[in-house]
């Protein structure tokens, strides 16, 4: 049977301090997780039930790598964090020269799951080198827009030479997607565009379907090509760590998307979702439920 959600990218392995507002230097306990956003997006899609798999690539190191390739150019990338809440968390890739994740190549992939899976969701960080790059863009190009192709922009500025060279490729991978997600940062390396309502448009104008553009504090714009608008404010939350928010966001998204839910509603689900990642340590281990989710979503409602 077809996935429902099938991302592709980053994959690796999340050291994240178990003390919070020291440096690293001060930490004397380590919490080991899965990590890598596309990653953590299939397994936040899956806390809702949906089938979701992941096209990647490990080193050959211990890790269980069954339904995955592996890649001789270098191990399994690891991650570190500092954890200063509410809003710093300083991220150090050990990903140098290329990770494993950066050398899938375009006759490795399964064309029949990418093009019949509901939702394919792919990360800026895929287009930043090649093989990745040329295999990102075949899989995008064998979907001809024919279901859900999210393209989170996932802007990561120490993965590219330089901002006008991730705009090129992104601007190949926008033709080719339905929805387009980034934060104010990413929207204006693919568009130029940094003021919201202009990122938005500027994405749609790319060739999206939905562009939704997420703010921070000041919540989340969603704009679709008819020009209906839905601006969701933010959900109130004690900040833990704040690095797993956005991929919560993507794997709720994706799950309101699968429903047929209309904009507004699948916008501040997936924002709830966000919302209570980023009041807890972890990324992947912290996905939430559908049940904890619309908890949030009536605790929110009540308050207002």
């Not at 890598?36 to 899956?46: D, K, L, Q």
């Amino acid at each position: 049977m077809p996935f429902e959600v099938l991302t592709m990218g980053r994959v690796g392995v999340d050291v994240y301090p178990l003390q919070t507002g020291v440096g690293l230097a001060k930490v004397t306990s380590f919490g080991r997780y899965l990590g890598g956003s596309p990653t953590n997006v299939a397994v936040a899609a899956a806390r809702y039930g949906r089938t979701a798999a992941v096209i990647t690539k490990t080193g050959r190191d211990p890790v269980d790598s069954r339904f995955v390739g592996t890649s001789d150019i270098a191990p399994t990338p690891v991650t570190f964090c500092e954890i200063f809440p509410p809003d710093h968390f300083p991220l150090y890739f050990y990903r140098l020269p290329k990770a494993p994740d950066l050398d899938i190549t375009a006759d490795e992939l399964d064309l029949g799951a990418v093009r019949d899976s509901a939702v394919f969701w792919m990360t800026g960080t895929g287009l930043s080198e090649e093989p990745s790059r040329s295999a990102t863009l075949a899989a995008l190009e064998h979907r001809a827009k024919g279901a859900v192709t999210v393209f989170d922009l996932d802007w990561r500025p120490m993965f590219w030479s330089d901002a006008a060279h991730a705009r090129t490729q992104y601007g190949q991978a926008l033709r080719h997607s339905t929805v387009a997600i980034g934060n104010l940062d990413e929207c204006e390396v693919a568009t130029g565009e940094r003021e919201p309502y202009a990122a938005a448009k500027a994405l749609l104008a790319a060739g999206v379907e939905l562009a939704v553009v997420k703010q921070g504090p000041k919540g989340v714009l969603a704009m679709d090509q008819s020009g209906a608008v839905a601006e969701i404010p933010p959900v109130p939350v004690a900040v833990v760590n704040g690095l797993g928010a956005g991929d919560a966001f993507g794997g709720a998204l994706c799950h309101g998307l699968l429903s047929a839910w209309d904009t507004r509603r699948a916008v501040s689900f997936a924002n709830a979702a966000g919302s209570l990642v980023a009041g807890r340590l972890s990324c992947s281990d912290a996905m939430p439920t559908e049940v904890e989710v619309n908890a949030k979503l009536d605790e929110v409602a009540r308050a207002v």
